[in-house]
């Protein structure tokens, strides 16, 4: 049946026959792994979180979220470690569940982090304006918040999203030494927050520790968990790193550990800091600075981050554009998106994936794109990790470059985890996956669905006339 046609695991082997010598090395991919994943989710997301979902508490609701991420990487490590293609958790499900699935879940990623790319420019655009506001400098409202904030448009973001899709374009060697070196100075900022903020801690602000309850304390794992994504973003880098069956491995779980603690240590500082209703602001951490009188610190933080911030809108881009060029290559959607340029970019899916991230960060609401996108991601990462138990049914004798621990526990506990967080989420993020779904799904059945099916009898034809074996057994 054509609905759960899979794709033989073996292609993806031919594609790596030759080490990349010059291709991305583990520190590359980790620094690449942690640039995806810290940065709204510690220069944004703990002041809205702390504020208005789960006070003090979000400690835990980091620790959580924490949990179920590290399970999730195990899963994908498997993955990443055997299977080298750009189509990430897309290519996964594709091998293990079929078409179907791959289909919802290859859009499902490419929806969730162009709306965590719309997030991180719009975070971006906060801290930049704060940068600009220490020089007396002020952007009319109209040009610096979006329609839901009560302007008209977030130029700031719309500009640094194209920005970064254009250093994306000029190929993976040129932009890796650009995202390295701005990794880098992300973490030099978060650093000096912490040895900085360490000092202002005042255990007062945790008196009221859990104001929201546990429920509080769920939903804010569940939001959360949107810092610890960028898994498919690492894995979609494999056909141009070396020896991807070694470093993807090592890359994904050095970073999310390092990752996981980072976050605790901002999160108990910050809401040390201030007390925890005050925090609402997309640029929490500098705020925090400025609210105990350190404005020399406040304002190195946010020129650090303004630098920052610019590795999580370039991974996303570049990720998020890997996907989108896979889904188009199976001609799953439109095989423009397949296009590459001169420096093997695949420049139409990029400039998609950036112009759509541009209209988000420029007009879409903040608060509105955390949920959705999480809701969208976490849906991925459960199919995987059912993907990781299939395919080891299926397919015991593939060669695996790294394994999960104890299959088929540490896979049904990201399954689990993913679950739970999926349950946490509010009914209106249901109601607007839901539609999302029924769209993709519309579309699929009225186009996608033929576009496969005649390809693979166009091949199934080339095949068979190359082939003189084939042609015998045909027979």
């Known amino acids: 049946m054509s609905l759960i046609r899979r794709q033989d695991p073996h292609m993806f082997r031919g594609e790596r026959k030759r080490e990349n010598k010059h291709g991305l090395g583990v520190m590359d991919l980790t620094l690449m792994s942690i640039g995806a994943v810290i940065g709204t989710g510690v220069l944004v997301l703990p002041g809205v979180v702390a504020a208005t979902t789960a006070g003090p508490a979000e400690i835990i609701s980091f620790i959580i979220a924490g949990i179920a991420s590290i399970f999730v990487v195990l899963c994908y490590a498997e993955f990443g470690s055997s299977i080298h293609s750009a189509g990430g958790s897309y290519t996964y499900i594709y091998v293990a569940l079929g078409e179907i699935f791959a289909y919802v879940s290859g859009l499902s990623v490419v929806f969730g982090y162009i709306l965590s790319l719309g997030l991180a420019a719009s975070g971006w655009s906060a801290y930049f304006q704060g940068l600009l506001a220490n020089f007396n400098i002020h952007l009319p409202s109209y040009l610096s918040l979006s329609i839901g904030n009560g302007g008209f448009i977030n130029l700031p973001a719309v500009l640094v999203t194209l920005f970064i899709v254009y250093i994306l374009s000029l190929g993976t060697q040129e932009s890796k030494r650009f995202n390295n070196i701005v990794v880098l100075i992300k973490i030099a900022v978060v650093i000096i927050f912490i040895c900085v903020g360490f000092f202002y801690v005042d255990t007062n602000n945790w008196a009221v520790f859990m104001p929201f309850g546990f429920t509080g304390v769920f939903s804010g794992a569940s939001t959360l968990f949107l810092a610890y994504t960028g898994f498919d973003i690492t894995v979609s880098a494999a056909e141009e790193s070396k020896n991807p069956q070694k470093t993807l491995p090592i890359a994904l779980i050095s970073s999310i550990v390092i990752c996981a603690v980072i976050y605790v240590i901002v999160s108990l500082i910050v809401t040390g800091m201030i007390p925890f209703g005050e925090l609402d602001k997309s640029d929490a951490l500098a705020y925090a600075l400025e609210f105990v009188g350190q404005h020399l610190a406040a304002g190195i933080l946010s020129i650090g981050a303004v630098i920052g911030l610019l590795s999580i809108i370039f991974a996303n881009c570049f990720g998020t554009s890997r996907i989108l060029s896979a889904l188009s290559k199976d001609r799953l959607i439109a095989r423009v998106l397949e296009k590459k340029n001169s420096k093997n970019v695949p420049i139409v899916s990029l400039w998609v994936v950036g112009g759509i991230g541009a209209i988000l960060g420029g007009f879409a609401n903040l608060n509105q794109l955390a949920d959705l996108s999480t809701m969208s991601l976490l849906l991925v990462y ?21 394994k999960t621990p104890f299959v088929p526990i540490v896979p049904i506990l990201s399954i689990l985890c993913c679950g739970f ?4 989420l509010s009914l209106t993020v249901w109601i607007e996956f839901g539609i999302f779904l029924a769209v993709i799904l519309i579309f699929y059945f009225a186009y996608s669905r033929k576009k496969v099916g005649a390809y693979a009898k166009k091949q199934e034809k080339l095949k068979i006339s190359k082939n003189p074996q084939i042609v015998e057994e045909f027979n």
């Open 382 to 402: 459960l199919l995987v990790s059912v993907s990781v138990i299939v395919f080891r049914k299926t397919n015991p004798e593939f060669k695996r470059g790294f």
């Open 421 to 424: 967080l999926i349950v946490s």
